[in-house]
C-alpha cells in the first residue's frame, strides 16, 4: 500500500538556525513524485518544492532544500536560516497514478500527518 | 488572476440537510480535485476530475457526490450531512495528471455539521 510517514508532530527551531523534517514514503510504482507544502495558521496550502523519482539531483528552491534518498525511501525538508515566518504545519505528500476506466491515468497526492514547525526567536 | 476559489469560506448544517461547495480555477488547469482535512491529519481526497467531462473517486468518496461543471468548476455536494463531515474542504486544481501536478489550492472551506 502507498504510504507516506511524518514521525514529528512537532519541532522547534531558533531562529536563523536550519532544520530538517522527515519524511518517508512508501511505494511499489517506480514512477511518483514527492511534494512538500506548507500550511501556515491561517489556513491555505502553499507549495515548496517538488522532487521526481527519477530526478538525479535533490530539489532546491530558495531555503528550502529536499534530501531525497530513494534507496531508503526518504524525502526530507531542509530549511535553512529559519525565519519566524516559518512556523506552520508542514506536509510531505507522495504523487502516485490513479489508473481508472472512465479517467485514463490521472495522479492523486496522498499526504502525511504533517509537523508542526515553531521557530524561536 | 485568483487562483482557486472556493465558496463558502465557512458553514454550518444541520444533520440531514444538503449543499453543495463551490470550486473554480482560473489558470486553465485540466485536472481538479477535492480533499478533506480533519483535526492532526493531513488530506485526503474525496474525488477528482483528471480532464473535463470525467471524475472518479478518490480515498473517501462515501457521502459526497461531484460535477465538473465546466473546465473551470468542480461542485462537491452533500445529500445528507452527517457530523462525520465535519471537516475543512480543499479544492485543488493541477495542469495535467502528470508526476510533477503541482496542485494549486484553495482556501479552503470550513464546513460544522450539529
Redesign the interface.
Known amino acids: 500500500a502507498q504510504k ?1 510517514t511524518q514521525t514529528q508532530p512537532g519541532m522547534f527551531v531558533q531562529e536563523k538556525e536550519a532544520v530538517t523534517l522527515d519524511c518517508t514514503y512508501d511505494t511499489s510504482d517506480p ?3 514527492l ?1 512538500w ?1 506548507k500550511q501556515p495558521s491561517s ?3 502553499i ?1 515548496l518544492i ?1 522532487q ?2 527519477y530526478d538525479q539531483q535533490n530539489a532546491t528552491e530558495g531555503r528550502y532544500s529536499l534530501n531525497f534518498q530513494k534507496a531508503r525511501k526518504s524525502a526530507n525538508l531542509v530549511i535553512s536560516a529559519s525565519q519566524l515566518g516559518d512556523s506552520a504545519m508542514y ?1 510531505c ?1 507522495m ?1 502516485l497514478p ?1 489508473r ?1 476506466i ?13 509537523t508542526q514547525l515553531t521557530v524561536l526567536p | 488572476n485568483a487562483g482557486v476559489t472556493q465558496t463558502p469560506k465557512f458553514q454550518v448544517l444541520k444533520t440531514g440537510q444538503s449543499m453543495t461547495l463551490q470550486c473554480a480555477q482560473d489558470m486553465n488547469h485540466n ?1 481538479m ?1 477535492w ?1 478533506r482535512q480533519d483535526p ?6 474525496i474525488y ?4 473535463e467531462g ?3 473517486k ?2 473517501v468518496p462515501n457521502g459526497y457526490n461531484v460535477s465538473r461543471l465546466n473546465k473551470r468548476e468542480f461542485s462537491l455536494r452533500l445529500e445528507s450531512a452527517a457530523p462525520s463531515q465535519t471537516s ?1 474542504y ?1 479544492c ?1 486544481s ?1 495542469e495535467k ?9 484553495g ?2 472551506t470550513r464546513l460544522t455539521v450539529t
Open positions: 507516506i514512477s511518483y513524485g511534494f507544502y489556513g491555505e496550502m507549495f517538488y521526481g523519482s506536509f505528500a504523487s490513479r481508472s472512465s479517467s485514463g491515468s490521472a495522479r492523486q497526492l496522498t499526504f502525511g500527518s504533517g | 485536472s480535485y480533499y492532526g491529519m493531513g488530506l485526503r481526497l477528482y476530475s483528471a480532464s470525467t471524475t472518479d478518490g480515498e475543512v480543499f485543488a493541477s495528471p502528470g508526476a510533477s501536478n503541482e496542485q494549486y489550492f482556501p479552503g
